[in-house]
């Protein structure tokens, strides 16, 4: 739409590879934003942290419902079992339903599972 636009790019060698961070704004708010593409670019580094190194993916569970109900309904009581701060508020918008919408027999869910 010609809309100025000012970019920061930023590359790093590591391991063989380059890897090159693309930056942009519009040239109008690019010194607002320079400090947080500088920062976030500047704190490249290997990553060594076990507990992130060690992490499993979150898996999608899709599941046809054998009875009717509210989508509340089918969130299980365990919650132990759905991935961290994934609240029923969040399994609603994954189903794009609301908690008190009711879901007929034979409906696709999905919900997260570690």
């Excluded at 976030?40 to 499993?56: S, V, Y």
């Amino acid at each position: 739409d010609g809309t100025p636009l000012k970019l920061y790019v930023y590359a790093v060698e590591h391991g063989n590879m380059i890897y090159r961070f693309v930056n942009y704004t519009t040239r109008d708010k690019y010194e607002t934003y320079r400090p947080g593409f500088r920062r976030i670019t500047g704190g490249f580094a290997e990553l060594d942290d076990p507990d992130i190194l060690n992490m499993q993916p979150v898996r999608l569970h899709a599941f046809k419902t054998e009875r009717s109900g509210t989508f509340s309904s089918f969130i299980p009581d365990n919650l132990e079992n759905l991935p961290v701060n994934v609240t029923p508020e969040d399994l609603a918008i994954i189903n794009q339903v609301e908690l008190d919408e009711r879901i007929e027999s034979g409906s696709w869910l999905k919900l997260p599972i570690k």
